[in-house]
C-alpha cells in the first residue's frame, strides 16, 4: 500500500512537471514568435519611413516650384544654408578626392603598362573620376557632413518644440525649414561634384606622370578624345540627384526625431545611413540608364 501511494504521488508529481521536449518546443515558439514580429515591425516602419520621404519630397518640390514663382521663397535662408553646406563639405571632398585620383591612377596605369596601352591611361582614369568618382565622393560628403548637420539641426528643433511652435502660428515647417534646405543641397551638389573631378584628375595627371611613365601629351590628348561634355553633364546630374536625395532623407529623420537628447544621434545616424545607401542604390540605376540611352560613353 506504501508504494502504491508512493507511486501514485510521484506520478502526480511527474504530470505536474512538464517534460524537457514540451519546454524546448515552447521555447522555439516564443523565440520564433519574437522574431517574427521583430521582422514584420522592422519591414512595416521601413515602408512607413520610405512613404514619408516620398511624401516629404514631392511637398518639397511642390513648395519649391510655387514659391519661387510667386516670390515666397526665402532665398536668405536659402543662401545661408548653401554656404554652411559648402564650409562643412569642401575640405573632406578635396582630402576624399585626392587619394580617390591617386588609387584610380595607380590601377589604371599598373593595368596599361601591362597591356601596353599606357597611351589610353588618361581616358580610362579620366572618365573613371568623371562617371563614377566624383559624383558618389559629392553624394557621400552630402550624406555624411551636410546631411548629418541638416539631420542633427532639425531634430534639436523638435526636441526645443521650435517645429511645435511653428505649427501653432500656422506657419508650415516644410516651406521655412525644409525647402531652403533641399534648395541649398541641389545647388551645391553640383559645385561639390565638379571640385571632385577636378581634384580627382589633377591628382591621376601627376601620379600618372611621375610614377606610371606616361607623357604629359599622350594623357591629355587621350583624355581629350575619350571625354567629352556628356560625361560632365551625367556626373552633373547625378550630383544633383544625389543631393536632393541625401537632402529629403535628412530633413525626414530630423522632423521625425522623438524626445530625448539620444534622439537626435539616433536621427542624424539613420539619416546617413540612409542618404549614402540611398545614393549607392541610385547610382547603379542612374549607371544604367546612362549605359542604355549612351552606350558610347559607357566604360567598358
Not at 571632398?93 to 597611351?119: D, M
Not at 545616424?269 to 549605359?291: P, R, S
Amino acid at each position: 500500500m506504501t508504494m502504491r501511494n508512493d507511486v501514485d504521488q510521484t506520478g502526480t508529481t511527474g504530470d505536474a512537471i512538464p517534460a524537457p521536449r514540451e519546454a524546448e518546443w515552447k521555447w522555439l515558439d516564443t523565440a520564433s514568435g519574437r522574431v517574427r514580429g521583430y521582422v514584420t515591425r522592422t519591414v512595416v516602419d521601413s515602408m512607413a519611413t520610405f512613404g514619408r520621404s516620398i511624401q516629404l519630397a514631392v511637398g518639397s518640390v511642390i513648395y519649391a516650384v510655387t514659391d519661387i514663382i510667386s516670390g515666397r521663397f526665402s532665398w536668405r535662408e536659402c543662401i545661408k544654408q548653401s554656404w554652411f553646406i559648402v564650409t562643412v563639405t569642401a575640405t573632406p571632398t578635396v582630402l576624399v578626392a585626392i587619394p580617390f585620383g591617386v588609387i584610380v591612377a595607380a590601377q589604371v596605369g599598373s593595368l596599361t603598362q601591362q597591356v601596353g596601352a599606357t597611351s589610353i591611361s588618361g581616358a580610362a582614369g579620366g572618365l573613371g573620376v568623371i562617371q563614377q568618382g566624383a559624383p558618389m565622393v559629392s553624394a557621400l560628403l552630402l550624406g555624411g557632413a551636410a546631411g548629418a548637420a541638416v539631420a542633427a539641426d532639425l531634430g534639436a528643433r523638435v526636441i526645443r518644440e521650435e517645429i511645435d511652435a511653428l505649427r501653432t502660428m500656422g506657419i508650415d515647417p516644410i516651406r521655412r525649414l525644409v525647402v531652403p534646405r533641399v534648395v541649398a543641397m541641389v545647388f551645391v551638389a553640383p559645385l561639390i561634384c565638379f571640385l571632385a573631378v577636378v581634384m580627382g584628375i589633377t591628382t591621376g595627371y601627376f601620379i600618372s606622370i611621375l610614377f606610371m611613365d606616361v607623357t604629359p601629351g599622350s594623357y591629355l590628348s587621350s583624355f581629350a578624345s575619350f571625354s567629352s561634355l556628356t560625361d560632365v553633364a551625367i556626373a552633373v546630374v547625378k550630383a544633383i540627384i544625389f543631393g536632393f536625395t541625401v537632402a529629403v532623407v535628412a530633413c525626414q529623420r530630423g522632423l521625425s526625431t522623438k524626445h530625448g537628447a539620444k534622439a537626435v544621434a539616433d536621427s542624424v545616424n539613420a539619416a546617413v545611413v540612409i542618404g549614402v545607401v540611398a545614393a549607392f542604390g541610385l547610382n547603379l540605376a542612374l549607371t544604367q540608364l546612362t549605359t542604355l540611352f549612351f552606350p558610347s560613353r559607357a566604360i567598358v
